[in-house]
T-cell receptor, first 113, second 112 residues
Framework: DQQVKQNSPSLSVQEGRISILNCDYTNSMFDYFLWYKKYPAEGPTFLISISSIKDKNEDGRFTVFLNKSAKHLSLHIVPSQPGDSAVYFCAASVAGATNKLIFGTGTLLAVQP | ETGVTQTPRHLVMGMTNKKSLKCEQHLGHNAMYWYKQSAKKPLELMFVYSLEERVENNSVPSRFSPECPNSSHLFLHLHTLQPEDSALYLC???????????FGPGTRLTVL
């Protein structure tokens, strides 16, 4: 049973528009969430994270929103650029076990020029 | 070399072979990890090492045997694998167990 779910396997967005990637989780003990980005033939690279004490974290064009009551987080990329085309993984961990990341299956984002 | 490197990048082996995957991190980190990513499945944590001591073993079959001779190197020894073990094997490292993990490019393993 997957504890972290990314229900959209793919997403296509026009350059300059907003990309919204979604992630749902089932374990209410998760208190730290991360987004990783992966290009083909490369390993995942850390993008942005958020602790459960916050509901928003922003870093340049990337913003992560956390809705604890809905057990939902989302990654907003604005404006989207063709170089953002990659697979995005959501991950979560429990306090005291932050090394045990539980990943979603990923969403392939394609940003069209 | 910078970051986390993994060799080989691709490996094809028979079920009776013995092979090893190698991971090296050039970041001065103290913790290292092995993950498995099968097709259409999420990354699954296999093993965690901190300061060369294994701190996590996620119910991984004994045909996978990790080794961490020092804080910069991590190996995954493979023997008598099954076709369902075919997957992308990713290594990662972090400064400490609670810090952000940095991944290598992975080894694509095919078991015939």
């Amino acid at each position: 049973d997957q504890q972290v779910k990314q229900n959209s396997p793919s997403l296509s967005v026009q350059e300059g528009r907003i990309s919204i990637l979604n992630c749902d989780y089932t374990n209410s003990m998760f208190d730290y969430f991360l987004w990783y980005k992966k290009y083909p033939a490369e390993g995942p690279t850390f993008l942005i994270s958020i602790s459960s004490i916050k509901d928003k974290n922003e870093d340049g064009r990337f913003t992560v929103f956390l809705n604890k009551s809905a057990k939902h987080l989302s990654l907003h990329i604005v404006p989207s650029q063709p170089g953002d085309s990659a697979v995005y993984f959501c991950a979560a961990s429990v306090a005291g076990a932050t090394n045990k990341l539980i990943f979603g299956t990923g969403t392939l984002l394609a940003v069209q020029p | 070399e910078t970051g986390v490197t993994q060799t080989p990048r691709h490996l094809v082996m028979g079920m009776t072979n013995k092979k090893s995957l190698k991971c090296e991190q050039h970041l001065g980190h103290n913790a290292m990890y092995w993950y498995k990513q099968s097709a259409k499945k999420p990354l699954e944590l296999m093993f965690v090492y901190s300061l060369e001591e294994r701190v996590e073993n996620n119910s991984v079959p004994s045909r996978f045997s990790p080794e961490c001779p020092n804080s910069s190197h991590l190996f995954l020894h493979l023997h008598t694998l099954q076709p369902e073990d075919s997957a992308l094997y990713l290594c990662a490292s972090s400064q400490e167990l609670t810090d952000t993990q940095y991944f290598g490019p992975g080894t694509r393993l095919t078991v015939l």
